[in-house]
Every structure is written in structure tokens, then in C-alpha cells.
């Protein structure tokens, strides 16, 4: 069974302190890892994909790591704008297996 | 930039009723998905649905649950007897592929009292 842990559960920090979120995975063939941002009452927002080890993604303050193990993202001088529970999932690899399985999330929050 | 939208925004049942959930995936999008986030937990898929037939389905999804594509541009999710477990936030997802991410929308808060 396809597993995605992610720690930690919750992280402060104050706005410009910089940090990573840890997501690690187990699964059968991996077929990409998603990281989403979700804001409170709406739905996750991609941010990136990542499909073999040692890619790398970025986008603004973001930055998206992957071993075969784990992956980091990496948040480079946070504003509070970018608090927020940040997800992860992974895709298995294999047939008819499109669905993505999710961690439990991060919950970052920045303080001016 | 295209999205997923959903209808309705919150839907209040009683135990026992049956509650359609309606979600327009994107336009050109061909995978579609169901999930559900019950408050304070993670995001759990429900079903995955590919050329007009269920290509996957968690334990979750059992005969109580359907879904249909009516049409060319919506895809629901049925639920023929609600339960008062079911109260959960639903998310539609699509992709325009196997391999690429998926979109969400903002998804259906259920409640069932």
C-alpha cells in the first residue's frame, strides 16, 4: 500500500526565516510526486511535479526537491502570504492507476 | 486559467437521503476523480474515472456511492442513502492525462444530520 508521510505537522516561523518541509514516500513504482498548497475551506493547488530523483522545481519562494526516498520543499524567505497546509502526494506507478494518495499536510504559518 | 467548478457549495442533508454532488471538470481534461477531506484529516480518494467507466475505487466507495458523466461536461457523485459519516468537505479533481497532476476544485461541504 502506497504511503506518504509528512513531517512536520505544523511549523511557525517568522516572515524572511527560511526552512523545509520533509515528505517521505513509499510506494511500488513511483509515477510522480505532487505538491500542493491548500488554503482553509478550498481545494489543494498544484504547485509542482516531480517524477525522478534528483529533479528539481522552483517557483518564487518555493522549491521542490526528490530522492528516492523523500522529498523537500524548501521555502526561501516565507512571507505570511505563503501560510497556508502544504500537501504531498504520489502517483504509483502501474495499469489502470491514475489516483494520487496524500500525506496529512504541513500547516506553515508566517508571522510578520 | 481554466478550473474546476462545483455545485453546490454546501449542501445539507438528512440521514437517509440521497444527495447528488455536481463538479465541471476542465474542458479538455479526460481522467476525472472524486475525494473527500473529513475536517482535520487528509485528503482521501474516493474513485478515479476514465472513458466513461470507473478505472479505480478505495474501499470507501462502496454501493452507496456512484458516479455518472451525463453529459460532455459534468460528472457527479451520488450518494443513495447518507449516513451521518459521510459529512465531509468533496473535492472533484481532473487531469488531462494519466501521468499529469490534478486540478481541484473548492469543493462541496456535506453535512448530514
Known amino acids: 500500500e502506497d504511503q506518504v508521510t509528512q513531517s512536520p505537522e505544523a511549523l511557525r516561523l517568522q516572515e524572511g526565516e527560511s526552512s523545509s518541509l520533509n515528505c517521505s514516500y513509499t510506494v511500488s513504482g513511483l509515477r510522480g510526486l505532487f505538491w500542493y498548497r491548500q488554503d482553509p475551506g478550498k481545494g489543494p493547488e498544484f504547485l509542482f511535479t516531480l517524477y525522478s530523483a534528483g529533479e528539481e522545481k522552483e517557483k518564487e519562494r518555493l522549491k521542490a526537491t526528490l530522492t528516492k526516498k523523500e522529498s523537500f520543499l524548501h521555502i526561501t524567505a516565507p512571507k505570511p502570504e505563503d501560510s497556508a497546509t502544504y500537501l504531498c502526494?504520489?502517483?504509483?506507478?502501474?495499469?489502470?492507476?491514475?489516483?494520487?494518495?496524500f500525506g496529512k499536510g504541513t500547516l506553515l504559518t508566517v508571522n510578520p | 486559467e481554466p478550473e474546476v467548478t462545483q455545485t453546490p457549495s454546501h449542501q445539507v442533508t438528512q440521514m437517509g437521503q440521497e444527495v447528488i454532488l455536481r463538479c465541471v471538470p476542465i474542458s479538455n481534461h479526460l481522467y476525472f476523480y472524486w475525494y473527500r477531506q473529513i475536517l482535520g484529516q487528509k485528503v482521501e480518494f474516493l474513485v478515479s474515472f476514465y472513458n466513461n467507466e470507473i478505472s479505480e475505487k478505495s474501499e470507501i466507495f462502496d454501493d452507496q456511492f456512484s458516479v455518472e458523466r451525463p453529459d460532455g461536461s459534468n460528472f457527479t457523485l451520488k450518494i443513495r442513502s447518507t449516513k451521518l459519516e459521510d459529512s465531509a468537505m468533496y473535492f472533484c479533481?481532473?487531469?488531462?492525462?494519466?501521468?499529469?497532476?490534478?486540478?481541484f476544485g473548492n469543493g462541496t461541504r456535506l453535512t448530514v444530520t
Open positions: 502526494a504520489v502517483r504509483a506507478s502501474g495499469g489502470s492507476n491514475y489516483k494520487l494518495t
Open positions: 479533481a481532473s487531469s488531462s492525462s494519466g501521468v499529469s497532476p490534478l486540478h
